[in-house]
């Protein structure tokens, strides 16, 4: 398994490169992951933040051969760095929409297709920890460039407005029906068992949320009281975090019809 060096133009498979960006932390684990796709011409998938050192880095592996810089989703680790690449190789910039000050050349939707020499990269619309969230299958490898659908050693925080459980969970069972061989996360080593994983993603969201409607009805009435009961598993630190994911799996209860609410610092109660 290559490691997770910063800096460092990795080989992960025959036409997959990996290149750290030096931002880790609580929310980016060792840091984001950048891809370098294709060898005679090159689509970048997450250009990461913008720093200059891995935007000089990520143009001097590919130079001239950089013909597309693909996001993912237009969150602050994974999309500020498509101006900078852009501006070093004047390459297409490729995204689902303009948004958080991305602004793509060409926009990209479920089943949109980039043509390389040598690969095939369609986009998979998976929302949910955001609405605005792409996958990428590269078909050549059955490889599957998953952003912060699907992360490695850990799970997803989804944040409502734009965070929606039900489509998240929709969107998991997307990439379950899908022939895959691998998932290369936005954070993380590359996952060799992306069944197993996806499953255990589905399984665990299924066993938190049975938890917070139990809670709910033992009387935890309050978002803070709920994650005090149900993530005892989880560090202090990271309880601020798993808020959010207790705010949209309430969200999906009331949705349902199992729960009343809606503010995510009022009060909820079972139905």
């Not at 013909?67 to 004047?90: F, Y």
């Not at 992360?151 to 969970?169: E, F, H, K, N, R």
Request: proline share 6%; glycine share 10%; charged share 20%.
């Amino acid at each position: 398994m290559p490691d997770l060096t910063v800096g460092v133009a990795s080989a992960i498979s025959p036409l997959v490169r990996r290149i750290l960006a030096p931002n880790p932390g609580l929310m980016t684990g060792p840091g984001t992951n950048t891809y370098l796709v294709g060898i005679d011409e090159i689509a970048v998938i997450d250009p990461g933040p913008d720093d200059t050192g891995h935007l000089d880095t990520v143009a001097a592996c590919g130079g001239d051969r950089i013909r597309w810089i693909v996001v993912t989703h237009t969150h602050p680790d994974h999309a500020p760095g498509a101006v900078g690449l852009k501006d070093r190789t004047g390459a297409e910039v490729v995204g689902f929409d303009e948004r958080d000050g991305f602004t793509p050349d060409r926009s990209a939707g479920e089943g949109f297709a980039l043509e390389g020499t040598e690969f095939r990269l369609t986009a998979v619309h998976t929302p949910g920890h955001a609405s605005n969230h792409l996958c990428w299958l590269l078909h050549e490898e059955r490889l599957l460039f998953s952003g912060d659908h699907v992360m490695q050693g850990s799970t997803v925080v989804i944040s409502p407005p734009d965070g929606d459980m039900s489509a998240y969970l929709d969107s998991l069972r997307r990439v379950q029906s899908l022939r895959l061989r691998a998932i290369a996360p936005g954070h993380g080593h590359v996952i060799e068992d992306p069944k197993a994983v996806v499953a255990y993603y589905l399984s665990h969201r299924a066993e938190r949320e049975a938890a917070i409607l139990a809670a709910l009805r033992a009387g935890a009435t309050t978002v803070d009281a709920i994650v005090a009961r149900v993530y005892v598993d989880v560090a202090g630190e990271l309880h601020p975090v798993a808020r959010r994911s207790v705010h949209a799996h309430l969200l999906k209860l009331v949705a349902e019809g199992a729960a009343r609410g809606g503010d995510i610092e009022r009060d909820w109660e079972p139905v």
